[in-house]
């Protein structure tokens, strides 16, 4: 039995969010415009199977593969979101299921945090060595998902919505956490755009 828990397809990937799963990537690396499909399930093992059905479907690119103990998650991509989109309902005809039956997105944490101290931005800026460099004083948007990868779908929307920048976009292991900062007003607008993209994602009920 395999359980389908994330499957988020972007239309459009933005560039900075691009970048940083550029810096993640073990296989071939996206680029800002590609479409991409992110998926996760459960048991890990499984995701060798779906990974050979959609690169054996279409034209798509297997840019990560991740496998834990408990999870297996996949990024797969395309200039052509036909090709991407056909991968995707191989691997959702594969499973017997459909992009709706994914596990409900549950939003574990989401604050808006206000003219960060240098002290603060320092130790956020040792932690985060992929993304870009939180300055003191910028205002910081802070998600946290569970299951992880939707964290990716939030990211994406709130990069297309305002003049933010991207810290960290961690979308692995138990829950995913998004790290923004910029002006307040940007940081507002981006973290309505990730909370409301979440919010009107069809899932089923946990």
């Not at 459009?12 to 296989?27: F, N």
């Not at 890990?44 to 990974?51: F, P």
């Not at 004083?137 to 779908?153: K, R």
Request: some cysteine; overall charge negative.
């Amino acid at each position: 039995m395999i359980e389908l828990r994330t499957y988020v397809f972007l239309d459009s990937l933005q560039p900075q969010l691009a970048s940083y799963m550029g810096t993640a990537s073990m296989g071939f690396l996206p680029v800002p415009g590609d479409s991409c499909l992110w998926i996760e399930v459960a048991p890990g093992m499984a995701v060798h199977r779906l990974s050979d059905i959609a690169l054996k479907a279409s034209n798509v690119r297997l840019g990560q593969q991740i496998v834990e103990r408990a999870y297996g998650s996949m990024v797969i991509h395309h200039r052509d979101q036909s090709d991407v989109l056909e991968a995707g309902d191989k691997i959702l005809n594969h499973l017997n299921t459909r992009e709706y039956d994914r596990q409900q997105c549950v939003v574990m944490w989401n604050e808006i945090i206000r003219g960060i101290t240098p002290d603060h931005a320092t130790l956020i800026n040792r932690d985060n060595r992929k993304g870009s460099m939180i300055l003191p004083g910028q205002s910081m948007f802070i998600m946290e998902t569970e299951p992880a990868g939707y964290i990716v779908y939030a990211a994406n929307e709130a990069e297309k919505a305002a003049d933010v920048t991207l810290v960290e976009a961690r979308a692995v292991g138990a829950y995913g956490r998004l790290l923004m900062c910029g002006n307040e007003g940007d940081i507002n607008e981006a973290a309505r755009a990730a909370t409301a993209a979440l919010g009107k994602l069809t899932c089923r009920k946990v």
